[in-house]
Structures are given as C-alpha cells and as structure tokens.
C-alpha cells in the first residue's frame, strides 16, 4: 500500500505561483508513473502532468502547457509541480496519483491506480 504525503496547496491571486508535492512511500519497484490531476467543483476529474521515473517522459494538458513544470526527485520519492501564471480556471482540488505509465500527451486517470488525499488550489481575480 502506497502512502501519499501532499502539501503545498494554498491562495493565490492570478498570475501569481504555487508549488505542489508529493511524497509517495512504499514503491516496490523502481518504475512507475506519477501524475498530478485536479477537479473543480461541478467538473469532472482532469489529468494535468505526469512523469514517469524510469525514463523521465513527461506530459502536460495543453492548458497548463508553458505554465506548469513537473519534475522528480528520485531518491526521495518526490514529484512536485511547480505552477506558474496561475488563473482563476485553475482553482480547483489537485490529486497526486500513482500507476505505471505516463502518456507523453497528458496524465490518463486510468493509467493510475493510488491516489492521494487531495490539496485545494484557489486562484483568485
């Protein structure tokens, strides 16, 4: 069983940054996927970026694209999301996740099969 850490989330006025992590313990092997997703209030889940540890592929959805940057620290199982330029579209609750591969195109929910507990992102006008 994975254990999930989050932190990071917060407010923030548009145009302004955050940074999430995640720490994930428990792996039992050395390649998978991470993936971060969000989901606002009404909508439906959506995949945001993900990286794979194996061989660093990436992928980002077109609307964070240029503004969002995820990356790996290996050895310490940890995966953030730096968020830049941040808009009122992007509030929403944002979910690490876990599986075993990340499309190059964007992070696919059923790709991954642990989940974290979630951390909010506001983004105010």
């Known amino acids: 069983e994975l254990q999930f850490v989050e932190s990071g989330g917060g407010s923030v006025q548009a145009g302004g940054s955050l940074r999430l992590s995640c720490v994930i313990s428990g792996f039992t092997n050395d390649d998978h996927a991470i993936g971060w997703f969000r989901q606002a209030p009404g909508k439906e889940r959506e995949g945001v970026s993900c990286i794979q540890t194996s061989d660093g592929r990436i992928g980002y959805a077109h609307s964070v694209k240029g503004r969002f940057t995820i990356s790996s620290d290996n050895a310490k199982n940890t995966v953030n999301l730096q968020m830049d330029s941040l808009k009122p579209e992007d509030t929403a609750v944002y979910y690490c996740?876990?599986?075993?591969?990340?499309?190059?195109?964007?992070?696919?929910?059923?790709?991954?099969?642990?989940w974290g507990q979630g951390t909010q992102v506001t983004v105010s006008s």
């Open positions: 996740a876990a599986g075993f591969f990340c499309s190059d195109t964007n992070a696919r929910a059923w790709d991954y099969e642990y």
